[in-house]
């Protein structure tokens, strides 16, 4: 069906902590991701950019897990489309969203800047300001707890599609001034996940 294609991106070894943070790539519209984070130990999870809530529920239904959290990194229609509805089916769940984009994102509560931090799963995530995309693009940055993390954090979270483009190369210095104001973050960090870029 529609949602059929669900990826478990593994985060944790088998040494881990425990309270290990795992990743369920969902696939949504027609080329679009949405990026669950799971927390098995408690039972919780949080969801980045929900395109469409239905993906979003069953893999939640599946894994009889309580969603807490949207972290949204822009406004655009296929990254916030299911926020409401999945706000409605757990009213308890708080919104991020970047300062820049109040009043375009539905459901907004929380409004990072720079520098800000957010926690899920007894993991903290800087938030670091990465416009190109949008002019208020942010992402959320979750450093490895582990070295066998490194590989699949490079594919964890915000508009995940690898490489920034020919946009962030064409603007190769304003952009590594930026990636390096967020706190030292180098922009050759390998778990540095950078925006998919949209010439339109």
Not at 75 to 91: E, I, T
Not at 147 to 159: D, F, R
């Amino acid at each position: 069906g529609q949602w059929s294609h669900v990826q478990r991106l593994h985060l944790t070894s088998d040494h881990e902590s425990s309270h290990p943070m795992q990743i369920y790539r969902l696939s949504a519209l027609q080329d679009n991701y949405i990026f669950l984070l799971h927390d098995p130990e408690q039972h919780i999870a949080a969801v980045v950019d929900p395109a469409v809530a239905d993906p979003v529920l069953q893999q939640l239904l599946h894994l009889k897990a309580n969603l807490v959290a949207i972290f949204n990194t822009h406004h655009h229609s296929d990254h916030v489309g299911g926020n409401l509805r999945l706000r409605q089916q757990f009213p308890q769940l708080v919104v991020y969203g970047g300062v820049e984009d109040r009043g375009r994102i539905p459901g907004q509560q929380v409004f990072l800047q720079a520098g800000d931090r957010v926690q899920f799963a007894d993991r903290e995530a800087e938030v670091l300001f990465i416009p190109g995309h949008t002019r208020a693009h942010i992402a959320y940055y979750f450093p490895p707890q582990q070295p066998m993390e490194l590989e699949n954090y490079s594919v964890a979270i915000p508009c995940l599609q690898g490489a920034v483009g020919d946009y962030l190369k064409a603007h190769r210095r304003s952009n590594d001034d930026i990636l390096e104001s967020n706190s030292g973050v180098a922009r050759s960090d390998p778990n540095l996940v950078r925006p998919r870029v949209h010439l339109k």
